[in-house]
């Protein structure tokens, strides 16, 4: 079955520097893929969404890439702010609507730490 | 747009008791999906209903959880006999029905089983 892989549990990082989070995936089909953020005792959002083509989606910053050759969609982002700090999941859904819908499986995230 | 409403925000059962959370979708998403989120496992899918219809209960633990969505506006998550390893905070988020649609999350019910 489909599933998402985040290979770090936690990453701190010194404001400034760069960020990157894993993610791979593993898909029947050719899934879109989405970065959602969570922030302490706040629910998670939608950070990233993967386009058809080789757009490469950015927000607030963060930018990813979909790599279908090697399964992947990792987030990046040039230089951290502490505002960064919050939980990461990455997540697939399905573009077999007929029969999963658009359910989401997730990664189990990744926490990222930005100190001073 | 008030976002998606999920009643209660904590609520602490015994163990065996029932436990019944709330969701209310944001007006016009016509896709409500309920999910799980724990330290270990992470966020893992439950069930999704599509214009109020069962489409998906593949992550629903067989006995003991059930869900329903009786109206366009709330679906309802229920656990039987509720046991300590149902402990989580439960998620429902809604969307415009359509494959890869953005998916808006509602605050979670945090479910304590004593």
């Known amino acids: 079955g489909d599933s998402v892989t985040q290979t770090e549990g936690l990453v701190t990082l010194t404001e400034g520097l760069p960020v990157m989070l894993n993610c791979t995936y593993q898909s029947t089909y050719s899934p879109f893929l989405f970065w959602y953020v969570q922030h302490l005792n706040e629910a998670p959002k939608l950070l990233l969404k993967?386009?058809?083509?080789?757009k490469r989606p950015e927000h607030q910053g963060f930018h990813a890439t979909l790599h279908k050759s090697s399964s992947s969609f990792h987030l990046q982002k040039s230089s951290a702010q502490l505002s960064d700090s919050a939980l990461y999941y990455c997540?697939?859904?399905?573009?077999?609507?007929?029969?999963?819908?658009?359910?989401?499986?997730f990664g189990i995230g990744t926490l990222l730490s930005v100190k001073p | 747009n008030a976002g998606v409403i999920q009643t209660p925000r904590h609520k602490v059962t015994g163990k065996g008791q029932e436990a019944t959370l709330w969701c209310e979708p944001i007006?016009?998403?016509?896709?409500v999906f309920w999910y799980r989120q724990t330290i270990v496992q992470g966020l893992e899918f439950l069930t999704y209903?599509?214009?109020?219809?069962?489409?998906?209960d593949s992550g629903m633990p067989k006995e003991r959880f059930s869900a329903q969505m009786p109206n366009q506006s709330h679906s309802t998550l229920k656990i039987q006999s509720t046991q300590p390893q149902d402990s989580a905070v439960y998620l429902c988020?809604?969307?415009?029905?359509?494959?890869?649609?953005?998916?808006?999350f509602g605050p979670g019910t945090r479910l304590t089983v004593l």
């Open positions: 007006s016009g998403h016509s896709a």
């Open positions: 993967s386009f058809t083509d080789n």
């Open positions: 988020a809604s969307s415009l029905v359509g494959t890869g649609g953005e998916q808006y």
């Open positions: 997540a697939l859904s399905d573009r077999d609507y007929g029969s999963s819908g658009n359910k989401l499986i």
């Open positions: 209903f599509r214009n109020q219809a069962p489409i998906d």
